[in-house]
């Protein structure tokens, strides 16, 4: 049980095109869900917090307007990269929890996105 | 700012070694830890998690301490196998905070 899943699994764009990401919990409703990314040998980074019908909360340094986030359900959250760059290639997981505010006690894992922007 | 450290960067060692993975971090009021093991290109796969009264967790050959005083934890595992070659995420759960904070792993290499 408790399995996220994401689509696409890879894609390459052209630099200035926007791309959508989604992420769905197969069989549990998700009330919060988390956007990470990940540099080569980084760390994954929290981009921000989304908790279903509402809007999602940014961390600092990560622009609203270029990473739109909608959790329109309690399946579904969508991550777009608007108009991308190059130095928005990265690899982007998402993560779903049962729970919300403290209570987020364990998030699940999708397999993650690779963005390449050309 | 809790910050999370993770040593050593990278490990390789002979199939059958024990080895340990450490973690710090550097704020003690967490309310867990967790570990995670990442493959090349995958998502996070969750391995063991600590509550903060927690001391250690054991799953199979993993066993993983916590010593929240000291801001640390480490990852044991026993009798290695080249299955286990990944990289080995740490990551806390501060108390009041909803959020994780990861630090950038071990990649760890086990060779036949």
């Not at chain 1, 917090?49 to 959790?71: C, M, P, R, W």
């Not at chain 2, 700012?1 to 490990?11: C, D, Y």
């Not at chain 2, 309310?31 to 967790?57: A, C, H, M, V």
Request: glycine share 8%; aromatic share 8%; charged share 15%.
């Amino acid at each position: 049980g408790a399995v996220v899943s994401q689509h696409p699994s890879r894609v390459i764009c052209k630099s200035g095109t926007s791309v959508k990401i989604e992420c769905r919990s197969l069989d549990f409703q998700a009330t919060t869900m988390f956007w990470y990314r990940q540099f080569p040998k980084q760390s994954l980074m929290l981009m921000a917090t989304s908790n279903e019908g509402s809007k999602a909360t940014y961390e600092q340094g990560v622009e609203k307007d270029k990473f739109l986030i909608n959790h329109a359900s309690l399946t579904l959250s969508t991550l777009t990269v608007t108009s991308a760059h190059p130095e928005d290639s990265s690899f982007y997981i998402c993560s779903a929890s049962m729970g919300s505010g403290l209570r987020t006690d364990t998030q699940y894992f999708g397999p993650g996105t690779r963005l390449t922007v050309l | 700012k809790q910050e999370v450290t993770q040593i050593p960067a990278a490990l390789s060692v002979p199939e059958g070694e024990n080895l340990v993975l450490n973690c710090s971090f550097t704020d003690s009021a967490i309310y867990n830890l967790q570990w995670f093991r990442q493959d090349p290109g995958k998502g996070l796969t969750s391995l063991l998690l600590i509550q903060s009264s927690q001391r250690e967790q054991t799953s199979g050959r993993l066993n993983a301490s916590l010593d929240k005083s000291s801001g640390r934890s480490t990852l044991y595992i026993a009798a290695s196998q080249p299955g286990d070659s990944a990289t080995y995420l740490c990551a806390v759960k501060n108390s009041g905070y909803s959020t994780l904070t990861f630090g950038k792993g071990t990649m760890l290499l086990v060779s036949p």
